[in-house]
């Protein structure tokens, strides 16, 4: 299955939740794929930094939902924030991994899920988080995005995408820094809170 038919099936089903995802080509991909969520997604710039800042939102934010959009490389270097999670049990976060077995933003060599041996479903369980899958078609996918969206525990599915990357697709007309103020300035909007509070420079 592709990541972006993955992303789509992801994004009818979200509304008002909060979104953070990985560098790569997967940025552009759901950019597109999620127009409605454009406010409300976050890309984060650092391998292994995606899971634990959809964390921190949703521990700073327990009655929304946050999701979390992972890689595979992303999520090797940091596989701590998995007995993490499953410490703190987080009710209210659903963590997607897109595994192509690569790291496909620096020209595609191959991670270590590439050899079939590594599990990061398995490994998220032996962490003792008790709801972690690996989906292997479009159907399952949309089914553990059912579960992990509705979940009172923290939910992982590894979703094992090809490694292509969708063919058309607009870059976003934004940087890092435009970004970050989008998602900020949504977040205050919706939880009727301030976060940054007025510029200092005009």
Same mark, same amino acid.
Request: one cysteine or more; hydrophobic letters at 45%.
């Given at each position: ?38 406010? #409300? ?14 964390? +921190? $939102? =949703? /521990?700073?934010? *327990? ?68 709801? #972690? ?14 579960? +992990? $969206? =509705? /979940?009172?525990? *923290? ?5 094992k995408v090809d490694g292509s990357v969708r063919a058309g697709i607009r870059r976003k007309h934004s940087d890092g820094r435009e970004d970050k103020y989008i998602f900020v ?18």
């Open positions: 299955m592709t990541r972006y038919d993955c992303m789509r099936a992801l994004a009818a089903r979200l509304s008002d939740e909060l979104i953070i995802l990985s560098l790569g080509g997967s940025v552009d991909e759901w950019y597109d794929a999620a127009p409605h969520m454009r406010a #409300a997604s976050l890309f984060q710039q650092q391998l292994g930094c995606v899971t634990p800042q959809a964390f +921190g $939102l =949703a /521990a700073g934010l *327990p009655h929304r939902r946050i999701v979390s959009l992972d890689t595979d490389g992303g999520l090797l270097f940091n596989l701590g924030i998995l007995a993490t999670l499953a410490n703190e049990r987080p009710r209210n976060l659903f963590v997607v991994v897109w595994d192509n077995e690569r790291y496909q933003s620096i020209g595609g060599p191959p991670t270590h899920t590439a050899k079939g041996l590594v599990d990061l479903a398995a490994m998220a369980r032996g962490a003792g988080i008790e709801q #972690a899958h690996t989906a292997r078609d479009l159907d399952a996918f949309d089914r553990h995005c059912v579960e +992990g $969206l =509705a /979940a009172q525990e *923290p939910y992982l599915v590894v979703a300035r949504h977040v205050e909007a919706t939880e009727g809170i301030t976060i940054m509070g007025p510029s200092e420079h005009n």
